[in-house]
């Protein structure tokens, strides 16, 4: 048996992210949460916690502290049942599932999915936002318990679910369209229009432009990590970008915004992937989060 | 002399993610692009880029990067009173601004200001979001030409710029507020009220909970790392949390969402800090940022 009062201080440092809020949750002094996860790092032969601003785990840290958290969900679902067997310390018997989503998923359909299983089932969600390519990685190192993610293929250990697409529609307000695609989008004017891109990793204006002239254009690029602030500029002029439909079907209706070539969109596939631990919290949530997927997503299911 | 091409190809790199993508920008073949950066590599004797999806400088490509933005920047501005001297290619010839915000003032006072002076001088903007007590990390490293950051003191090299105040309610819903505090808002009952916390860097709520009891209180935690989600989340009543004035004024005055302690804020100072660089693009970006500051934030003036 492991020496669980120092792994469950590793996880409280960090999700608290420092050893004084650490102590505060446990209900124990700092100095003890320092002792404990000193003498296990010197045991174990190895730095389990970065000391800073905020508190980080090392990669062994991090083995840690997935262990813990699947331990404490485990040990929240025996406890429902087996109410007896005590062991619940003032904030420890609340579960936090950690879930890793893209910010356009977060922006529409998602949060009220995972809000009302997380009121329902008393559980704190961890949530962190990702590139939707890049979700999958959480996942892997098992910083996450599940995850929205484009990867279809089952990561080891976990459960693939097909949730259906989210469509992207090149949109640009009509003063925009007007200035820079008078003659028609192509190659030309696609060069000299300004673009507006998530993040480094976000390759849906690529794709879309290969899709209307057939070859990569490379275009002058404003850079905006943020699902609202890039509807907000869209409607602004700044540039042309891809928005999610469901966020952006009303503005499209009003004339606010403009589609670049109508009907010309991008549907990226999004799986929920969730690791196998019969455990009836998480099953509860990715029950919510599927059948809100298939409400607001595009569902072709053929072939799936 | 620096070997210009070498280091533009850097830059190009870095900026747009991938060999490919630079090589359409600057008008060359992939394998020329690679070509430049490894004999630079090979020279300087250090690695300068990390080849990956997407490519990441290293820290000395970091340095040869913020080299390049800034003699491109100042490159844009003689070409503007001198066309003779060209050197000008397709996309070479519009600038990219790399700025820092905290989301908060991107939600709500900065991108409008932002977008308004760019599209105004015709330059890019790369936004990066960081934890306000961040943003300053970015400026100091040279990634970022100017933040909005809680740091009053000049970075070496920058000037600061008081901007006014962001002030933060503590908010949750009518029902949250009438489960969990019917009792009055006091240590006990706050410890048992799930709090919504945008990140592990994030001590707005823990600032606001000492206010309120004088000391700290531990509470069940939910992690929202989205300015938008985490209105959307007190709005269902998840939970309870530090949301900007700016951002929930009408939802507080419909009666949508309640403050715990009515009139208890939180007011976090804000500062534009900008390199000093002689810069016409730059102090245009920062004359619209602190004027729009200034009319949206909270200023007492007063010492400053």
């Not at 549907?267 to 809100?292: H, M, T």
Request: include cysteine.
């Amino acid at each position: 048996m492991f020496e669980y009062p120092a792994l469950f201080a590793v996880a409280a440092v960090v999700r608290e992210g420092s050893f004084e809020r650490a102590a505060h949750v446990l209900n124990i002094t700092p100095s003890a949460v320092s002792q404990r996860i000193r003498l296990l790092e010197e045991r174990i032969g190895a730095v389990l916690i970065v000391r800073g601003q905020p508190c980080t785990p090392t990669e062994e840290g991090r083995k840690i502290c997935r262990h813990v958290e699947r331990v404490a969900m485990l040990e929240q679902e025996l406890r429902a049942v087996m109410p007896s067997l005590g062991g619940e310390e003032a904030l420890e018997s609340r579960i936090t599932l950690p879930i890793a989503t893209n910010a356009d998923s977060l922006a529409t359909w998602f949060l009220d999915a995972a809000m009302g299983a997380a009121k329902r089932q008393g559980f704190l969600l961890d949530l962190s936002v990702e590139d939707q390519d890049h979700t999958a990685t959480g996942l892997r190192r098992g910083e996450v318990l599940a995850a929205v993610t484009t990867l279809e293929k089952p990561i080891p250990g976990c459960d693939s679910t097909p949730l259906g697409s989210l469509r992207y529609r090149a949109t640009a307000s009509p003063e925009f369209l007007e200035r820079y695609f008078a003659d028609g989008v192509n190659a030309r004017t696609l060069a000299q229009a300004p673009g507006i891109v998530f993040g480094k990793k976000d390759t849906l204006q690529y794709q879309w432009v290969r899709r209307a002239v057939g070859h990569d254009v490379a275009f002058p690029t404003h850079w905006l990590p943020s699902t609202h602030g890039y509807v907000e500029v869209s409607l602004g002029g700044m540039g042309w970008g891809m928005n999610p439909a469901l966020l952006v079907g009303s503005l499209l209706e009003k004339g606010a915004l403009v589609e670049l070539i109508p009907g010309l969109c991008v549907d990226v596939p999004l799986f929920w992937q969730a690791r196998r631990l019969s455990s009836a919290l998480l099953d509860e949530l990715s029950g919510a989060v599927v059948k809100a997927a298939r409400a607001s997503l595009l569902w072709t299911g053929a072939g799936r």
